[in-house]
DNA sequence: TTATTTGATTTGTGATCACACTTGCATTGA
DNA sequence: TCAATGCAAGTGTGATCACAAATCAAATAA
């Protein structure tokens, strides 16, 4: 056994090649988290096993696992008839959704305005400059990479909180708006352009004060936008329409 | 399909009668739940699929997926090594989840607090006269009695709030620090009587009022009693002998 | 034409099997 | 005596199968 003597004489390595490989099942569960927060399913849709283990290139075991996992976290939705779809969006929801977000992620950044190093703030600056190439070649919105660098911006932030606890419920808030959100941003881009760069410039500045109530305040202007945007779109649809 | 077209025919008896028949796994996971809150498995048990599936007399699919649901919601641990155990108790996370546990349960009072009614109010009332039976035979203190009660109470009032994203993030939070919670109950029974009727009591009376300000308050001494006990315990320790 | 029924397909669930990896213990060697 | 080696039991993971329930579609009856 060599490989194990390597490694007990040489804990940097074994640090590098940590022992635990990453399993089918987890792999299947990432790429759905990964689909879900993306919003690249939509509100309703209904997911088969079968369908997805094919997709996926695996057998089912490892999806219906994940979609087990996805199900406790309220991520996807157990119907009566024991198949599974992405929730529905309702205002109540929304409503819902968004008081827990500013609940719990204004608490994240305010432990984080207390604690993030100047390394961690000028991780942030840099990503500050990524919205400006954007949109400096903004011929078309791209959309997954707003949504991906928008997460990264954020949870940058919430992992210098150092909670081990707060961290994943805010994760598990992200997969249960991430439909919301992406419609949210198409309707957005309907509307013209909104400055999210603008936002997280204010976020920063208060950050590097540590200034907690403010960095708060500013979060919670960010992640309030598109849910008041897509009520007031949602109201307005159904002022025209009786049916939703 | 006469029992189709009599559901069709009959919606109520639909409703009692939910097609949505209980599954194998969701035995299992309840149990499971039931049995972390409870605190019957010990901080740092390692739990194996086989182990359970013979406990629970069943094969091994429901169990392997309860686990993995439970270890999403960081009611277990998943070790490098793939086996599971309960994750172990340190300073640091007892802190992170009182924390957590008093910004989002003093939240769901809170709203509570504007929304309970009356009904709902003599339910929890009716609640607190069990405390005095169960102190009125204290020969022997029935710690799983307490813990259910306990429980019942508290999520009674939580389901009050009518948030349908904070109630599950409650639950995971109880999830979590089950363990913790009967090590420390164990300790107080060392430790002479605590009455947690009285701390009940003032809760009942911020909430007939709706004082949503004092109920938060009262619900928050509440919850850190077994947190700051345990935590004077395990310093305690600590300093006695250097080892854990 | 419309509503009902019947049959075929699809789907989720649970059990079992095969494989790889880990762990623990006994044997062997220095 | 002690460390290293090798074997055996145990464990998690993924695939496949069997079964029951649900869904859909075509065919039949009113």
Known sequence: MQKAAAEKSDPIAAQLAPVGRETVQDRVYSELRRALIGGLFEPSQVLTIRGLADALMTSTMPVREALGRLITEKALEALPNRSVRVPPITLERMDDLL????????????LAATRMTPKQISTIETMLSEWDEMRALKQKKDVDREVTLNQAF??????????????????????????????????????????????????????????????REALVADISRPFVFLRNKLEADSKKGTSV
């Open 154 to 215: 954020h949870f940058e932030i919430y992992r210098a909180c150092g909670s081990a606890v707060l961290i994943p419920m805010i994760e598990s808030l992200w997969l249960q708006s991430g439909p919301c959100i992406r419609v949210a941003i198409y309707a957005f881009s309907d509307a013209g352009e909104v400055d999210t760069a603008h936002y997280h410039r204010t976020i920063v500045k208060a950050l590097a004060r540590q200034d907690a109530r403010e960095a």
């Open 99 to 110: 008081r827990a977000r500013i609940l719990i992620e204004g608490e994240a950044i305010a």
